[in-house]
């Protein structure tokens, strides 16, 4: 069993930064892919980053490239996700989500894990960025 617990989601204005924090109250993140899915009011959850746990390999959604950086820190049994230049359109519930790999292998090439896909998550952390 794995518990999942956000945090550091808060109010930051155009352009600033902010680290978000996935803590496993239970169990263990080692060796696990971690993810984070943001979710904007009345749109699907969109994949942002993953953390590989196989050699911790990251992975970033396009919108994300080159402002964000996914690491973990398995002494702390943490991941976390720096966010930097941040634009409004990046608000919504951040929530992080543990499983097995970031990708599945299916019909002869890998794809990232939906989130349907993901077996256990948190319960969120709002970040609203102003304009």
């Known amino acids: 069993q794995l518990q999942l617990e956000e945090s550091g989601g808060t109010l930051v204005q155009y352009g600033g930064s902010l680290r978000l924090s996935c803590a496993a109250s239970?169990?263990?993140?080692?060796?696990?892919?971690i993810v984070w899915f943001r979710q904007a009011p009345g749109k699907e959850r969109e994949r942002v980053s993953c953390i590989s746990g196989a050699d911790d390999s990251t992975y970033y959604a396009d919108s994300m490239k080159g402002r964000n950086t996914i690491s973990r820190d398995n002494a702390k049994n943490t991941v976390y996700l720096q966010m930097n230049r941040l634009k409004p359109e990046d608000t919504g519930v951040y929530y992080c989500a543990a499983d097995a790999s970031c990708h599945l292998y299916a019909g002869g090439s890998y794809r990232p894990r939906t989130a349907q896909e993901y077996t256990y998550w948190g319960q969120g952390t709002q970040v609203t960025v102003s304009s």
């Open positions: 239970k169990g263990t993140l080692a060796k696990r892919a």
